[in-house]
C-alpha cells in the first residue's frame, strides 16, 4: 500500500474558506475512489511560511480592506468565527487521513521518515500565485523530498501579471526551476498553459477544479439536512461589495424570500438578515442545495450553485475574475459575472451545463490517473 501526500492550500486559511476546504475533500476523495492498490491520500497537515503568523481568529489582521468599520464587523461576528473554526478543524479531522505532524520548511524533508509518504500531489487552488504564496516549497516540490515524485492537479496562478511581460527576469528563471520538479502538471486556467508547456518537457493540460470531479450525489453524502425551512436566497461573501448586498436584497424582497448572509457583516441583521457566518462546511452544502438564489462573489460559490442546479449570479472581485470568467466561459454562462448588478442575464440550461462538466470531468479524470501512474 503506497501513501500519496496531498499538499495543498486548506487547515491555514486566514478565515473562513469553504472553497480551500472542499477542493481538498475533493481530490482527496478522488484519488481514494481509484484502484486502491495505486495509491492511498493522506492530507498533509502542511503550512507554507507566508501563513506560519496567520492567525484564523484574528482574520482582520490580514483582511484586505484595514478600515476601522470591518474591524468592527469582525469583532462583532467574533463568536460566530470561533464556532465555523471548530467546525472546519473537526471537518478535517473526521473526513481526511491526516499525517501524523504539522509540515513546515523547518520539518518537511522528514515527512518520508515520520509518515511513510514517498510520493505527492501538489494541488489544487492559487498555490502557483506568486503574489499570495511566493515561490513555496511545499507547493512548487521543491523539497529534495519532493523533487521528481510530484505531479501538480489543479494547480492555479490566479491571476497574476508577474509572467504576462515576457522576457528574461528572475521570477522566470525561478518558476523554470520550480516546474522542472514535476512529472506532471495540471492547471485550473488557461491562462499560463502556453508558457508552462513552452518551459517544460512534462505532460501539461487544462483540468477541472476539484470541486467539480465529484458529483452532487457524491456531496448529498455529507450534506447537512434542510437548515432553513423558509424560501430564502444566500449571500455568501468573500469580500464586502455593498452593489452585491444591495442586489441580494433587492431579489429577496422582490420575491419575498429571507436573505441567509455568510459574511463578515455582522450589521447586516439590521437588513433583516440570518447571520450565519458561524456554518461548517456540511451546513455550507446544504445552504447552497436548498437556496431558492445564490448571490456570490466566491468561485467555489459559484461551483456548488452549478453543481446544485441554483439559479445564481456571481460579482467581481478583485484577484478572482480570470478563474470565474474562464469557468463561465466554460459553461456558456458569462452573462452571470456581475460589476454593478444592472446587468441583464438570460436562463441556465443546467442540462447543457452538466453534459459539458461530464465531458471535461472525463478528460480530467484520464489526465489525474496519468498522473498517478507517472508516480
Not at 478563474?323 to 463561465?328: G, Q, R, S, V
Not at 442540462?351 to 478528460?363: E, V
Request: hydrophobic share 35%; charged share 25%; net charge negative.
Amino acid at each position: 500500500m503506497k501513501k500519496l501526500g496531498i499538499v495543498s492550500y486548506n487547515r491555514y486559511c486566514n478565515f473562513t474558506n469553504y472553497g480551500s476546504a472542499l477542493q481538498s475533500y475533493a481530490l482527496y476523495t478522488t484519488i481514494k475512489n481509484f484502484n486502491p492498490d495505486l495509491y492511498v491520500p493522506v492530507l498533509v497537515n502542511y503550512c507554507p511560511d507566508v501563513l506560519l503568523d496567520a492567525d484564523p481568529l484574528n482574520p482582520f489582521e490580514k483582511m484586505w480592506d484595514q478600515d476601522d468599520e470591518n474591524k468592527k464587523m469582525v469583532e462583532l461576528t467574533m463568536p460566530a468565527i470561533k464556532e465555523n473554526y471548530h467546525k472546519f478543524n473537526r471537518f478535517y479531522c473526521e473526513r481526511f487521513v491526516n499525517t501524523k505532524e504539522k509540515y513546515t520548511s523547518q520539518n518537511f524533508e522528514s515527512i518520508s521518515g515520520h509518515e511513510n509518504i514517498y510520493k505527492f500531489v501538489c494541488g489544487s487552488d492559487t498555490i502557483f500565485c506568486p503574489e499570495e504564496f511566493g515561490f513555496d516549497d511545499g507547493y512548487y516540490a521543491n523539497y529534495p523530498c519532493m523533487k521528481g515524485a510530484s505531479v501538480a492537479y489543479a494547480a492555479s496562478f490566479g491571476d497574476t501579471h508577474l509572467f504576462e511581460r515576457g522576457g528574461e527576469n528572475d521570477a522566470y528563471q525561478l518558476l523554470n526551476e520550480r516546474l522542472k520538479n514535476f512529472k506532471a502538471i495540471g492547471l485550473r486556467e488557461d491562462l499560463m498553459i502556453p508558457y508552462v508547456k513552452a518551459n517544460t518537457t512534462v505532460p501539461v493540460q487544462r483540468v477541472l477544479d476539484p470541486t467539480l470531479l465529484l458529483t452532487s450525489e457524491d456531496y448529498d453524502r455529507i450534506a447537512e439536512e434542510r437548515i432553513v425551512q423558509d424560501k430564502y436566497l444566500l449571500l455568501y461573501a468573500r469580500r464586502y461589495n455593498p452593489k452585491m448586498l444591495d442586489y441580494a436584497d433587492k431579489l429577496a424582497k422582490e420575491n419575498g424570500w429571507k436573505v441567509i448572509d455568510i459574511s463578515l457583516r455582522a450589521d447586516n441583521v439590521q437588513r433583516g438578515h440570518q447571520m450565519l457566518y458561524e456554518a461548517g462546511v456540511e451546513e455550507f452544502l446544504s445552504l447552497v442545495k436548498y437556496a431558492e438564489y445564490v448571490v456570490t462573489n466566491s468561485y467555489h460559490g459559484m461551483i456548488f450553485s452549478v453543481q446544485f442546479r441554483r439559479p445564481f449570479v456571481v460579482f467581481s472581485r478583485e484577484q478572482c475574475d480570470n478563474k470565474i470568467w474562464e469557468l463561465l466561459s466554460l459553461f456558456g454562462i458569462t452573462d452571470r459575472l456581475m460589476v454593478t448588478g444592472k446587468e441583464k442575464y438570460g436562463e441556465i440550461d443546467y442540462d447543457k451545463i452538466h453534459a459539458i462538466i461530464s465531458d471535461a470531468r472525463k478528460k480530467s479524470l484520464d489526465f489525474l490517473q496519468m498522473e498517478l501512474e507517472l508516480l
